[in-house]
């Protein structure tokens, strides 16, 4: 079964400086993660008039949890987890999983 890291980034100081690095730097840290099969990144929208909860969210899909795990333990994975005070000051949730295909 498939496992996956969502990550949660809460809203920064700057918008600006935070998509910028994140586009340029820590996406393509990410991006080189070994075992990744899947890399999704929405910026959620404004609803009903009010800010959306997150700046952003990333899914990470792997084909299991060994090779998650595998990942992030790596030179790959660390940079990325390392990287994260570079921008994401402001804070991050991340939960990990199984994730399966409903539709």
Same mark, same amino acid.
Not at 43 to 56: C, F, M, S
Not at 61 to 72: S, V
């Given at each position: 079964?498939?496992?996956?890291?969502?990550?949660?980034?809460?809203?920064?100081?700057?918008?600006?400086?935070?998509?910028?690095?994140y @586009?340029?730097?820590? &996406?393509?840290? $990410? %991006?080189?993660?070994?075992?990744?099969?899947?890399?999704? #990144?929405?910026?959620? +929208?404004?609803?009903?008039?009010?800010?959306?909860?997150?700046?952003?969210?990333?899914?990470?899909?792997? @084909?299991?949890e060994? &090779?998650?795990? $595998? %990942?992030?333990?790596?030179?790959?994975?660390?940079?990325? #987890?390392?990287?994260? +005070?570079?921008?994401?000051?402001?804070?991050?949730?991340?939960?990990?999983?199984?994730?399966?295909?409903?539709?």
């Amino acid at each position: 079964m498939a496992f996956q890291l969502i990550v949660l980034y809460n809203h920064p100081e700057s918008a600006e400086a935070f998509d910028k690095h994140y @586009d340029e730097t820590h &996406a393509p840290l $990410a %991006a080189r993660l070994p075992g990744l099969r899947s890399y999704t #990144v929405t910026r959620p +929208a404004a609803a009903g008039g009010r800010p959306p909860a997150y700046h952003l969210v990333a899914v990470l899909t792997f @084909d299991d949890e060994a &090779a998650f795990g $595998a %990942a992030m333990s790596g030179e790959e994975g660390k940079a990325a #987890v390392a990287d994260l +005070a570079n921008f994401a000051g402001a804070g991050t949730t991340m939960l990990t999983g199984p994730a399966g295909v409903v539709v």
